[in-house]
């Protein structure tokens, strides 16, 4: 069967047939523009968002979902390129006006406040950034529920930013931090080198007398965000924590030396900071494999 026709055609034949102010024209410039900026050029797909944003502000007006989209994406790859003053800027401009259009619990909405907060911290203010992401968290909390992605999402980049603003987790006293730790290991014999991964497995070891050592124990939901202090990727940023077995982050170095990865157990359902833990892992040399990590004591930034 022969695919529809319009999604195949290209930009000029939609321009030819549909012409250049169709809402699908203008949407196939918009995709163009974001494939460019995947492809590694920033500039270029900031430049050709706001092309299309001019046209979208003439055709669909100010206020039209599709005018605000595109606002947020050249804000976006705008920061990319590397103006990410001009990101936060246009981002928090951005925010007024979807407020107003959508209502402040929008997912859209939420997802603006993310961004600006993202490109706060990479504009130099990585407090103000943690302090909007615990309030994104919250929010995501509240309007979309623990699962959503979008909520897991905040959270790990919350977390990040606490990181960079020096501050530690004060965990909630719920009894977890005296009858369970946090137990790290290697998960391969392959030793550690920069861009490549290094394979970490996460457990929960609950004490002999803990409710949770039990057979039958009940454990509630954890979730473990995985944030690296040093010049390295982690992934997954967070995953969910099933007693059965090990989670597995894979750690990425993007230079040899000295790597701080920080793990926070998160009570799921509600948010609350558990558990908080650093380990540190040297890329440089021989190191043996399936070698139990010590995490570090909280002694970065405010407690």
């Not at 107003?100 to 950034?129: I, K, M």
């Not at 894979?250 to 908080?276: D, E, W, Y």
Request: proline residues 8%; negative net charge.
């Amino acid at each position: 069967m022969t695919a529809p026709v319009t999604r195949t055609c290209s930009r000029p034949d939609r321009e030819r047939v549909l012409g250049s102010d169709h809402p699908e024209t203008l949407t196939t410039r918009a995709d163009l523009a974001r494939w460019r900026g995947e492809a590694g050029d920033a500039a270029g797909a900031a430049s050709a968002f706001g092309q299309v944003l001019n046209d979208l502000l003439r055709v669909l007006g100010p206020d039209h979902p599709a005018t605000l989209a595109t606002r947020h994406n050249a804000a976006w790859w705008r920061g990319q390129a590397g103006d990410v003053a001009g990101a936060a800027a246009a981002l928090a401009e951005l925010l007024s006006d979807r407020e107003r259009v959508l209502g402040s619990d929008h997912p859209e909405t939420l997802t603006t406040r993310a961004d600006l907060a993202w490109w706060r911290g990479q504009a130099g203010d990585p407090r103000g950034a943690a302090a909007a992401y615990e309030q994104v968290v919250e929010d995501r909390l509240r309007v979309l529920g623990p699962e959503h992605p979008g909520t897991l999402a905040a959270r790990a980049d919350f977390a990040y930013w606490q990181a960079m603003a020096g501050y530690t987790v004060r965990p909630a006293r719920t009894g977890i931090q005296d009858a369970c730790h946090v137990q790290l290991e290697l998960a391969d014999d392959q030793e550690p080198s920069a861009n490549a991964p290094i394979q970490i497995a996460l457990r929960l070891h609950a004490e002999p007398d803990h409710a949770w050592a039990l057979p039958d124990a009940q454990w509630p939901t954890l979730e473990v965000v995985a944030t690296p202090i040093s010049h390295a990727d982690i992934e997954p940023a967070s995953a969910l924590y099933d007693h059965t077995h090990d989670l597995e982050f894979s750690l990425i170095p993007n230079k040899p030396g000295r790597h701080v990865v920080r793990f926070t157990v998160f009570h799921h359902a509600t948010g609350t900071a558990l558990q908080q833990v650093e380990t540190e892992l040297i890329v440089a040399g021989p190191t043996p494999g399936n070698q139990v990590l010590v995490p570090l004591p909280e002694h970065r930034g405010r407690r």
